[in-house]
């Protein structure tokens, strides 16, 4: 893997995101959790390249993304949708994510991402907010949270894009 700027991506962010999927991992080597996103943003903020993730209350994940300072996203170029079906359907409370899905966890400084990613994120939280229905302007958005399960959204700043070609 390379670094490259996020400005040099080929693959438009949003269907990197929205249609290829990507593995959102808070912790380190030694303490961390792995979930499938669809839901997400690539921009810039207070000056920074930065990442918007979003992450319900009962995703084990959340836990991770409070306790520790960074995160990746990993993305596979269409690929691992198995092994993303998998991270995206059981908890890492129930299962080993990796034991089940054979993804194996490569180090990135202080985070964690997969050996089969194509393009990798190094995030470091910059803000969290929660979503709450009084900001939808659009009232049909609140049929994605009949559970009251508002998002917590995340920015992090993008430190590092690691490319495999
Ligand atoms: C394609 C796909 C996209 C998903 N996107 C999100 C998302 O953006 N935010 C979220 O909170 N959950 C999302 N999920 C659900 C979590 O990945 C899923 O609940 C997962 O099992 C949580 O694992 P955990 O409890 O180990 O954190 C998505 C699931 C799939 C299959």
Request: proline share 4%.
């Amino acid at each position: 893997m390379h670094e490259i700027s996020v400005k040099d991506l080929q693959a438009s962010p949003v269907k990197m995101i929205a249609d290829d999927w990507a593995l959102l991992t808070a912790g380190n080597p030694s303490d961390f959790n792995t979930m499938t996103v669809s839901w997400g943003g690539v921009g810039e903020l207070w000056g920074r390249d930065v990442v918007f993730v979003f992450v319900r209350p009962q995703r084990y994940t959340r836990e991770f993304m409070e306790k520790y300072d960074r995160f990746t996203l990993s993305f596979f170029d269409g690929g691992c949708k198995t092994e993303m079906g998998v991270c995206g359907s059981k908890s890492g409370r129930d299962i080993d994510k990796c034991a089940e899905t054979g993804l194996k966890p490569v180090a990135f400084g202080d985070a964690v991402s997969f050996e089969t990613a194509k393009t990798v994120f190094v995030c470091k939280k910059l803000a969290k907010w929660d979503l709450t229905p009084d900001g939808f302007l659009d009232p049909s958005i609140a049929a994605n949270y009949t559970a009251e399960d508002y998002h917590r959204m995340y920015v992090g700043e993008i430190e590092h894009v690691y490319r495999c070609d």
